[in-house]
């Protein structure tokens, strides 16, 4: 039991984890938890993809390292070319050998989508690491197109992965990184 | 002090606040904590503005109004058309009569804007909670076009208000509305 603001704290970017699985059932509690935030409307539009098979997340992360590749090679003024060289390395998982990753996915024609599944996500790290739990959102690992994958996992084609969350039992909690001051712009009293 | 489990069933939509201001020391506290939430590539590009001020407010809630109802005008098959009648109600101020509003905005060129200011905005509401304080994300609020006004407020004209959201002392904290059970497409073990 941590006060709201022990807890701030104690949310890290976790990307080193034991060799321990996380049971279904503590994943589920999380995702029960998620389903407590806010969204446009009361609309809920968050669904979920538990993925726990260490085979099939190396399969996601070559996926999703191919077709940004493939953007990359496409634009390369892009943002994503500065992790170009991480991504050509045969051995790197986006997912960084985590026991369990979970998508955050919602209907792509919801206005809101992109937002209300934000704020899941945000409810789903806290929530973990209420629990000792160790979480991050991995975005260079929501590229997945394949239609034979995507079906795989249960995704339907006009769905949309807004977060893709690693979570697990952390090895290492890192320091918080830097913050910078709140950039307060105006106070108009 | 409470779990994080009873937390989220502490932060509720507050829409009736009571007649009491908020002391600016206290927001301040939950913008800080507002900034320990995660961001794309640690980049933090949230800013926030702070208004106090009920003729301000009242004059942003005129001005949001206004410029939806011409865009209901435009494209009547909009989403917003719901809201319609309600906007048209003179007396109605779409920030429910709170003592303060927080803008969270940031630079519209930010291709994660929407999502980063969004977690910062539910670690604002959850923080707000702790501290027995209620909040309410109000899109309705977010419509600020004219120059003038975004002047004022100290808003660039090259950023978006991606969370408008409403602070105060609650006077009636609702009953949460009712939540779907999570919705699983598929667990791949």
Redesign the interface.
């Known amino acids: 039991?941590?006060?709201?603001?022990e807890?701030?704290?104690k949310?890290r970017?976790v990307r080193e984890f034991e060799k321990r699985e996380v049971p279904?059932s503590i994943t589920?509690e999380i995702?029960?938890?998620?389903?407590?935030?806010?969204s446009?409307r009361?609309e809920?539009p968050?669904?979920?993809?538990?993925?726990?098979?260490e085979t099939?997340i190396k399969r996601l992360s070559d996926e999703s390292k191919g077709v940004i590749l493939e953007e990359i090679k496409k634009s390369p003024g892009s943002?994503l070319k500065k992790y170009e060289e991480m991504l050509r390395i045969e051995g790197f998982n986006v997912f960084w050998g985590a026991p369990t990753v979970v998508y955050i996915?919602g209907p792509e024609s919801k206005?809101?989508l992109?937002?209300d599944c934000?704020?899941a996500?945000?409810?789903f790290?806290?929530?973990a690491?209420?629990r000792g739990l160790g979480t991050c959102?991995v975005?260079l690992g929501s590229c997945i197109e394949d239609p034979e994958i995507r079906k795989?996992?249960?995704?339907?084609d006009d769905y949309k992965i807004?977060a893709p969350i690693i979570l697990g039992y952390p090895r290492v909690i890192p320091e918080?990184?830097p913050?910078?001051n709140?950039?307060?712009?105006?106070?108009?009293?």
Chains 1, 2 share one sequence.
């Open positions: 039991m941590c006060t709201f603001s807890l701030l704290m949310r970017s279904l589920e995702i029960k938890e998620s389903c407590c935030a806010p446009a009361n809920q968050w669904h979920f993809i538990i993925i726990n098979n099939m943002p996915v206005g809101s992109q937002v934000a704020l996500a945000s409810y790290m806290l929530s690491a209420s959102w975005a795989e996992i249960g995704l339907p807004v918080p990184p913050r910078e709140p950039k307060i712009l105006k106070v108009v009293s």
